[in-house]
């Protein structure tokens, strides 16, 4: 008896201890210690606020306001106006083409590539190198691409020489398509299906097994269980993946602008030529008004991505 009446206290001094509530300071705001944390957690952000504010922020402001000054410094609605001209829009209708083309075909190939890699080990050989050459192809672009592709894929490439002298098969006989719009869709898709493999991947591994057990419980087959459970769950995430890589591709300038070298089919390549074609000298500030109306596409789509993107995510918390 009297061991219990010693061990209720010692319990109730303990619980009390373990909610006693944190130390606050004299003016009854947080202590010293953990105003200081706090502080120099948000000196740790600077770094990366400035890099947003020098090469975000600015340049986005300077583009946006330039589309409405002329090239002395007076406002002006023109700018913006040239955006209803018919080639601007036919350059708009080019670049959200090659995006959409390109997404689709990259969204299908790379969601094909990740249902593959699933029933594959995390921590295996095949799955850890396609998961690293993912990372390393999704950002490779510029000249460095449009390089390897001209000497592959030229006038004169490797498998352009192979297949006319072996086979007979001459790849330009219409024409040398690879240096116009349509020799944009192949290099677009050497870094969107590997970047659609990153975002999709983990969507798919987080389909947890007991809806399959279940599914196969309740009288279903593989069939059923991706009709009824899979697709409806990973359409959101599909979608969003799809949006990504859209932007991606609408954004796009390098490897355009050193493979697609002559005219400017797509819009980064008209904001280009405004600012270094001789045609529209005196109209260098059209590049501004451009500029605007891809971050209005852009701003749409990635708002868009993130509205599937929170609808995805509620499954997978």
């Given amino acids: 008896m009297t ?4 061990a209720a206290p010692a319990a109730s001094r303990a619980g009390s201890e373990l909610r006693a509530p944190a130390r606050r300071g004299p003016s ?13 957690a948000a000196i740790g952000l600077v770094p990366f606020a400035a890099y947003l504010l020098l090469f975000l922020v600015l340049p986005t402001i300077l583009a946006v306001a330039t589309g409405f000054f002329t090239r002395n410094g007076a406002f002006t609605t023109s700018n913006i106006s040239a955006l209803w001209d018919p080639t601007v829009l036919l350059t708009f209708a080019n670049s959200a083409g090659l995006s959409l083309l390109t997404a689709a075909i990259g969204a299908i190939i790379g969601a094909l590539v990740c249902y593959a890699l699933l029933g594959m080990s995390p921590s295996g050989g095949v799955r850890t190198v396609i998961d690293a050459a993912s990372g390393v192809l999704a950002q490779t672009g510029g000249v460095m691409l449009a390089f390897m592709f001209i000497a592959t894929l030229g006038l004169r490439g490797v498998l352009t020489e192979l297949l006319k002298n072996t086979l007979g098969i001459d790849l330009f006989a219409h ?10 869709i192949l290099p677009y898709l ?3 299906i590997p970047l659609m493999v990153i975002t999709f991947m983990p969507a798919l591994s987080a389909l947890k097994p007991q809806w399959a057990e279940a599914n196969l419980t309740l009288g279903g087959t593989r069939g059923s269980f991706w009709l009824r459970i899979g697709i409806p769950v990973l359409t959101p995430a599909f979608l969003a993946s799809f949006l990504l890589l859209f932007a991606n591709a609408f954004s796009s300038y390098a490897t355009a602008a050193a493979l697609a070298s002559q005219g400017s089919q797509i819009v980064p390549l008209q904001i280009r030529a405004a600012l270094t074609s001789e045609t529209v ?5 059209l590049a ?18 993130s509205l599937v993107q929170r609808r995805a995510a509620r499954w997978q918390a």
């Fill in 190 to 192: 050497y870094f969107q």
């Fill in 28 to 40: 009854g705001g947080a202590s010293l210690p953990a105003r200081l944390s706090r502080g120099l």
């Fill in 3 to 6: 061991a219990d009446t010693t």
């Fill in 281 to 285: 000298l005196g109209r260098e500030n």
């Fill in 288 to 305: 501004g008004a451009l500029a605007l109306g891809m971050i209005v596409v852009v701003g749409i789509v990635m708002w868009l991505y």
């Fill in 175 to 184: 024409g040398p398509w690879i240096y116009e719009l349509p020799g944009l």
